[in-house]
């Protein structure tokens, strides 16, 4: 259906799950700050993904843009710094810096030099990665504007009629429950943890997605998996009960 026709199916029968199961919310009652800032963020990332996704040339770019995205869980660390006056230990920063050499590892490929390839993606496809770094960024930020003004409040429904209105949309209903799940864990639960535990999504969907692509790929991507992972994990404890 294309980028944009199979992102609209997908974030429509999201809306639809998430309203039969979870009822959809009034926005009178909803947060300003949450609704409008949120809610802003929320379908900015789940636009841009699904581009950046609909966007690869090919089945290993789309596995390089979806471990671009996995930047979130360490950028949500870092942004609850300033967001959520989180504590940390100095070695968050390395653990971040781990993290980001993953992704240039992913995107090394089987090539000998990781900035010639770098180059080479950004030139034949530049659009498609820039969307790929900015929704890492924009899950960030909503998890943090969400811990902050949400107040316990879940527009998740609300939020998924937006880009089905704007493109055209599919999902399941594990996506509908796990987006719904989330969004109380964030409120409720530990930050920092959940938002580590999240570094381990990398591993699942690149093997999911290998599998379902029928690909094979190179260790330098599974290397590079690994050391997202491993970033995320350090600057999971360089918050640790701080």
């Given at each position: ?17 998430l309203c039969l199961t979870r009822g ?70 390395p653990g971040l810096l781990l993290s980001l050499c ?141």
């Amino acid at each position: 259906m294309g980028p944009t026709g199979g992102a609209a199916l997908i974030y429509s029968i999201t809306a639809l799950l998430l309203c039969l199961t979870r009822g959809l919310p009034d926005p009178r009652v909803l947060p300003r700050r949450y609704l409008l800032v949120g809610g802003g963020l929320f379908v900015g990332y789940e636009i841009c993904l699904a581009l950046a996704i609909g966007l690869a040339h090919d089945r290993t770019q789309s596995l390089e843009l979806g471990m671009i995205n996995y930047l979130w869980p360490s950028l949500t660390i870092v942004l609850a710094i300033p967001f959520n006056q989180q504590r940390f230990r100095h070695w968050l920063w390395p653990g971040l810096l781990l993290s980001l050499c993953g992704i240039v590892w992913v995107m090394k490929g089987t090539h000998d030099s990781v900035a010639t390839q770098m180059a080479l993606n950004m030139a034949h496809n530049p659009l498609a990665y820039l969307l790929a770094l900015a929704a890492a960024l924009a899950r960030a930020l909503y998890n943090n504007v969400t811990r902050r003004y949400a107040c316990g409040s879940n527009g998740v429904s609300l939020f998924f009629i937006v880009p089905a209105l704007a493109q055209v949309l599919f999902v399941d209903a594990s996506t509908a429950v796990a987006y719904s799940a989330w969004n109380d864990g964030i409120q409720q639960g530990n930050l920092p943890l959940l938002a580590t535990a999240s570094c381990f999504t990398p591993v699942l969907s690149a093997l999911l997605a290998s599998l379902w692509l029928g690909l094979t790929p190179p260790a330098s991507f599974w290397q590079g998996v690994a050391l997202i992972t491993a970033g995320s994990l350090i600057g999971w404890r360089a918050t640790y009960r701080l």
